[in-house]
């Protein structure tokens, strides 16, 4: 069974980086399509990216494409994402997610079975 942790969120002015992690443990990351989302104050939560389990493969929100590089290094059971260009409506709680023993990662919360704790990401205007 493999188990999240993210880190990397914090407090960033609009135009600048971030660099979130999740840290997998378990042997199975390597043979699991990996997602990240992310849940706004009032809103429901949303597809950020997904990721399959070579990591050749990757798709994004509109929201973020061209801004958000969603990568994974299996030698290290990390996934990461690198958001830059950020803007006040990027600002939210961010999740990953593992579809285990899948290939391919999916833009439905409900294709993954394994959820990290969030990290919280605030870009202030």
């Known amino acids: 069974q493999v188990q999240l942790v993210e880190s990397g969120g914090g407090l960033v002015q609009t135009g600048g980086s971030l660099r979130l992690s999740c840290a997998a443990s378990?042997?199975?990351?390597?043979?699991?399509?990996m997602g990240w989302f992310r849940q706004a104050p009032g809103k429901e939560r949303e597809f950020v990216a997904a990721?399959?389990?070579?990591?050749?493969?990757?798709n994004y929100a509109d929201a973020v494409k061209g801004r958000f590089t969603c990568s994974r290094d299996n030698a290290k059971n990390t996934m990461y994402l690198q958001m830059a260009s950020l803007k006040p409506e990027d600002t939210a709680v961010y999740y990953c997610?593992?579809?285990?023993?899948?290939?391919?990662?999916?833009?439905?919360?409900?294709?993954?079975?394994?959820w990290g704790q969030g990290t919280q990401v605030t870009v202030s205007s």
């Open positions: 990721i399959s389990w070579s990591g050749g493969t990757t």
């Open positions: 378990g042997r199975t990351f390597s043979s699991s399509a």
């Open positions: 997610a593992a579809r285990s023993g899948r290939i391919l990662g999916t833009r439905s919360e409900e294709d993954y079975d394994i």
